[in-house]
């Protein structure tokens, strides 16, 4: 009976919280709205994830989080550092071709994701077989070495946070 009433429970929690930081105001009306939105919207949309991925909610995915907010806030000064420093001719930007190991849809797009978050880098492509990203990166002395930090990083520990 749950289970029919919160078939992703995980993104109910989600949609609540983005509608409380869209109301911007801690209210009873506003915490009812977003249980209704949070309950409905997944509710109406469970038929279109007929297999929605498992992730594991814990200390992975915590860690995770955390060293994603770690490295946005390095990469910051890092890019700046670069762009007060160098001039254009200066900077070792390099298109880096990351083979991936994750093979769901839902992990590979918070593997892209989460390079684009990071300041410096970008993911512009994915192959047609989902088997590589394609990732500009604005300063890189070592292409084989960022790209192995990317994998060790990131993707290795999301496929921890996704069965």
């Known amino acids: ?12 929690v989600l949609v609540g919280v983005v509608w409380m930081l869209l109301v911007n105001e801690i209210t009873f009306g506003a915490l009812f709205l ?10 109406v949309t469970s038929r279109f994830w007929p297999d929605r991925p498992k992730i594991r909610f ?5 860690g995770y989080v955390g060293i994603v907010l770690w490295d946005i806030v390095v990469a910051n000064f890092e890019v700046a550092w670069v762009i007060l420093t160098r001039s254009n001719r200066d900077i070792r930007s390099h298109w880096l071709v990351v083979p991936l190991e994750l093979r769901s849809p839902e992990a590979i797009t918070v593997f892209a994701g989460t390079i684009s978050l990071t300041p410096g880098t970008v993911t512009s492509d994915v192959s047609a077989d989902g088997r590589a990203l394609l990732v500009h990166a604005l300063d890189v002395d ?22």
């Open 142 to 163: 070592d292409p084989e070495a960022e790209v192995a930090r990317m994998k060790q990083r990131y993707e290795a520990r999301l496929l921890k946070v996704f069965r």
């Open 1 to 12: 009976m749950i289970r029919r009433l919160l078939p992703h429970p995980a993104l109910s």
């Open 58 to 62: 814990g200390p992975d995915l915590l």
């Open 34 to 43: 977003a249980v209704i939105v949070g309950v409905v919207a997944p509710l």
